[in-house]
């Protein structure tokens, strides 16, 4: 399974590599809350978010031989250029799978990171089956988004770092996509609070952890319709499920309205560009945070690769 | 006059009271600039802005008697909100004049730090004579925005830090108004470095400053028309000139539209909130950065107080 010595460990990897992300505060914040919030700011993060954590703690953990083959992924979004930079630093060629009318600008970041592009047309192919055969071909190693125990002790360093920061914690408000990011993280904070609470953080629409916790087995739902991208998962992950049925204590559901109010928030008072996803905690500790002003409240901002033109778009005023 | 120690003496007083901002890195920045750039992120201050710096400065420094009487100071800007925040910390009732169509948010939010807001007429009243009676009627100290050495001496910790912080730079680029923030940084960082270049950062249509170094002596301009609210100043400050025309090496001119871009960069890259004067000195590094890879760049971005709406209207694309 995974442990807090796995997170420990990736922790050690990770020092001097991945940037040591701000905790910032607001007072503002702390009154709408009615708690003493702690932001971990990951929109800092290399690549702009969390997922450079996990990719480089499990591509870090290759052999030399399998790093002079290269790594592959699948992605249009973060861990394609987390996988590419870490592939990078690490002197590992990668190739990522991405549709073929991915926008623009993600093409370019993630050759800018040095890696190769391979594309599948998005209506009649299969991306994860030509990333499969790839990695037979060329012998990669699939480096993956979520299920894998180095990529969850990775991800879990963010919230590890927070606590080493702020010291102990009543509650963690973390984003849920995959799990992967509240998997590692609950495996950190529970390893040093056991009486946490762990709290995460769905878009309305694509609550398939909430379902499956309340199951207690996975559940898959419909493609959820949600501006919250980097949560677009139908289903937990099978590993990442494991973990988060013992530990997350619970789910809160944001709108699509107040995930942009809390990005519009973040740009206001905090001065800090949030990514819909990234800012799904902070909706929740917004619109509904413990009213308990003793209370101390970890919020983990997973990202802020919005981009001006989509930000701009989010934020239109509405009649 | 003043020296590395009035400015070192309000980093004394400014410790565990005013933030101590973080210093961002980019490397996208570094190849736009030809350097090695270290940008202190004043938009993280207290009040969004430097200005806290100076306003706490002096009203600590008032006498018990002086506190208890009050402050009053003319600004619809940041230093408003500087002068009513530091205020209320110290324990001292301040009064701000500010014109009667003043936006409602800026009203409220000095208000929302405890202030009273005196208004006047913007077309038919005199703020300075207004301020100076209320001074004069109820034996308020007045706080002015550059003119004092002790409100430049609070200006001058920004570079203080940063030089603590990164060490010996080859330049620093500050952002030029009245010239307090920049008088105090020059004094800063030639006190600890007696070879830095100073290089003052002035919008195109408010080139006072620079005018005013051509000729040595004080030029006044016309009201300037540029959207870096902040640097609208028709003349350069008599205190703050004396120590500029010294210690500045030169003045770079930058566009509306080139502070518009480096508002985006901020934005999408450095995943933070800049208003338009608190970003002249990254537009000036972006477009004309050093390009000597070697040298080690400082520059300040002063505030991040622009508001979403007026945000969108400056990036609103055009054709």
Redesign the interface.
């Known amino acids: 399974m995974l442990s807090l010595d796995d997170v420990r460990d990736a922790a050690t990897r990770l020092e001097g590599v991945a940037h040591r992300t701000?905790v910032?505060t607001s007072t503002t914040l702390d009154d709408l809350a009615g708690a003493r919030v702690f932001l971990k700011a990951e929109?800092?993060q290399r690549v702009?978010a969390f997922k450079f954590r996990g990719a480089y703690n499990v591509i870090s953990r290759l052999s030399a031989a399998e790093l002079e083959r290269g790594v592959v992924a699948w992605s249009s979004g973060n861990h394609a250029q987390a996988v590419a930079l870490a592939a990078r630093m690490l002197g590992a060629p990668a190739t990522i799978v991405m549709p073929s009318d991915a926008p623009e600008s993600k093409v370019a970041a993630t050759r800018g990171y040095g890696a190769e592009v391979s594309f599948y047309d998005r209506y009649t192919g299969d991306r994860e089956a030509l990333g499969r055969t790839l990695a037979e071909e060329r012998g990669l190693t699939i480096i993956p988004p979520y299920e894998h125990y180095g990529i969850m002790a990775g991800q879990g360093t963010a919230a590890l770092e927070l606590l080493d920061e702020v010291g102990e914690l009543d509650e963690l408000r973390v984003p849920v996509g995959g799990g992967g990011l509240i998997a590692g993280s609950a495996t950190a904070a529970k390893g040093l609070y056991p009486d946490i609470r762990m709290l995460g953080v769905e878009p309305e629409a694509g609550n398939d952890t909430q379902l499956s916790l309340a199951a207690g087995e996975r559940v898959q739902i419909e493609v959820p319709r949600t501006i919250a991208d980097g949560q677009g998962s139908e289903i937990p992950g099978e590993l990442t499920f494991g973990i988060n049925r013992r530990l997350v204590d619970g789910i809160d559901l944001v709108t699509d309205d107040e995930i942009v109010q809390a990005m519009?928030f973040a740009?206001?008072r905090l001065?800090?560009?949030l990514e819909p996803s990234g800012a799904t905690a902070l909706a929740s500790t917004m619109f509904r945070g413990p009213q308990k002003p003793g209370r101390r409240v970890g919020v983990i901002l997973s990202g802020?690769n919005v981009?001006?033109?989509r930000?701009?778009e989010l934020?239109?005023?509405r009649d």
Request: aromatic share 16%.
């Open positions: 701000p910032l929109n800092f702009g519009a740009f206001d001065k800090i560009t802020g981009g001006l033109a930000f701009r934020t239109a005023p």
